[in-house]
């Protein structure tokens, strides 16, 4: 018997139920190794610190956990990926075809996996004992839902104040 559940509770599965099915749009490696993809419409922005002009109906991602993107039991990209620099990373995870989604899950309470209809998963791992999310969700009307091994599931609104 284990201390935490693995089961995504049916609240939280409902509140990022509209991103199952939906197609990427946008993937990006960003500054200190985050990882950042859009799935569903392309919606415009003018953020000046985006190097894209548009973000996806629904974003996934994690600013600091560790990462990988799995197809065929090879890591095609990850986080901890040997490289000289940032943009090479990037580089490598915008060559990447990504699909649609298909499911979210929990492998552990560390562990999060998005799997895409190719096969594809991308994986988020908490590597501290940091209490910070390892994964986030945006999604439309300002969703917010993140993750964190210390704090469980969080659902707000992105457009308020966080507590």
């Not at 859009?38 to 600091?64: A, L, N």
């Amino acid at each position: 018997m284990t201390d935490f559940d693995i089961n995504i509770g049916a609240s939280t599965r409902s509140a990022f139920s509209g991103i199952i099915g939906k197609r990427c749009c946008r993937q990006r490696a960003g500054e200190y190794k985050s990882l950042s993809l859009g799935f569903g419409e392309k919606v415009p922005h003018v953020r000046k610190k985006s190097v894209d002009s548009f973000s996806g109906e629904w974003e996934i991602g994690t600013y600091s956990a560790a990462w990988r993107i799995v197809k065929n039991g090879a890591i095609l990209c990850g986080s901890m990926n040997p490289v000289d620099s940032n943009e090479e990373l990037e580089q490598q995870v915008d060559a990447l075809q990504l699909g649609i989604v298909m499911s979210i899950e929990m492998l552990s309470k560390f562990d999060i996996r998005i799997a895409l209809d190719d096969r594809t998963f991308v994986e988020f791992m908490c590597a501290s004992n940091d209490d910070e999310n390892v994964f986030h969700i945006f999604g439309p009307d300002h969703l917010f839902l993140g993750y964190s091994p210390a704090h469980g599931w969080r659902l707000r609104k992105s457009n308020e104040p966080s507590l």
